[in-house]
């Protein structure tokens, strides 16, 4: 994870070689600063004839550019809300906090035709309004091609034959299908338990959400694995912490990292766009191991 001052959009165009390599050497970045929207001279957002502010090219090609993946599609999504989970966990109940916490780790899914196949390389957050605590709404990364390396060989080798069938989120899961909030159903996603980084080839360790299942002819090995799951994603060492402040904004590499959020905010304390670039489908780069 590299922290940069500020994403100037003066002469991006000649920067965007350099971003891409970072993001793929850093897998998150953060930036103090990051502009959405055109200003005029004053300072003040320039607004259409019809009064929206106007959203920088600069922006759309900085993620077409640094996303790198084959099915190029840009989403700007403004006035995320999200579900702060308003409760607060109060002293003395550190540990139901951290389970909270670890317990909601995930990937995201994308907003296209096939949830169940697709995911989106480039996820960004730019944080809109943030009054809240910066105790609460952190975000947290923890890296999973470091996970895959640290797994202990005979779990590895054993997960070449597995795959891995999940959703990620909240969403629940009834029979063959998840389920959304909305109630919409659709397919459950099926992947190889060890997946291959779309742009350098690296492998990682294929992990969604706690609320994965296994399916594999030789079992033998899953409690072994669903342990060490467990106390890696426990360790805090493998974490990374984002703390909030209006104005901020992160990018992250979702074919290779996990993220969760410390909760505590109420409604309108914590509002952001989301940014989204790079579809892709997790595979193995020789196919089936
Ligand atoms: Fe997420």
Known sequence: MIVLDELKNDNLIEKLDYYRNLFIEEKVIGFNKFSLYDTNDSGKYAVNASGGKILLDSVKDFIMHVSDCVLNQVVILPNNQHNGQERVFSQGHEKEYKDFVWYNIHSDISEVDNPNLAV??????????????????????????????????????????????????????????????????????????????????????????????????????????????????????????????????????????????????????????????????????????
């Open 120 to 289: 989106c390389r480039l996820i960004g957050m730019v944080m809109d309004v943030f009054t809240c605590s910066s105790d609460y709404g952190k975000t947290f990364f923890l890296d999973r091609e470091k996970m895959l390396q640290q797994t202990p060989d005979h779990i590895r080798e054993w997960m070449k034959q597995i795959h891995v069938v999940g959703l990620i989120g909240q969403k629940h899961i009834d029979g063959l299908n998840g389920v959304d909030w909305d109630g919409k159903r659709w397919p459950l996603r099926n992947m190889p338990g060890i997946i291959s980084h779309p742009v350098t080839g690296v492998d990682n360790f294929s992990f969604t959400s706690y609320k994965n299942k296994v399916i594999a002819e030789d079992m033998s090995l899953e409690s072994e694995y669903r342990e060490f799951i467990d106390d890696y994603l426990h360790d805090d060492e493998n974490w990374m912490t984002w703390e909030w402040q209006e104005g901020k904004a992160v990018i992250w590499d979702n074919t290779s990292m996990l993220h969760t959020y410390s909760p505590g905010w109420k409604d309108g304390e914590r509002v952001f766009t989301r940014l989204q670039g790079g579809f892709t489908v997790p595979h193995h780069k020789l196919g089936n191991l």
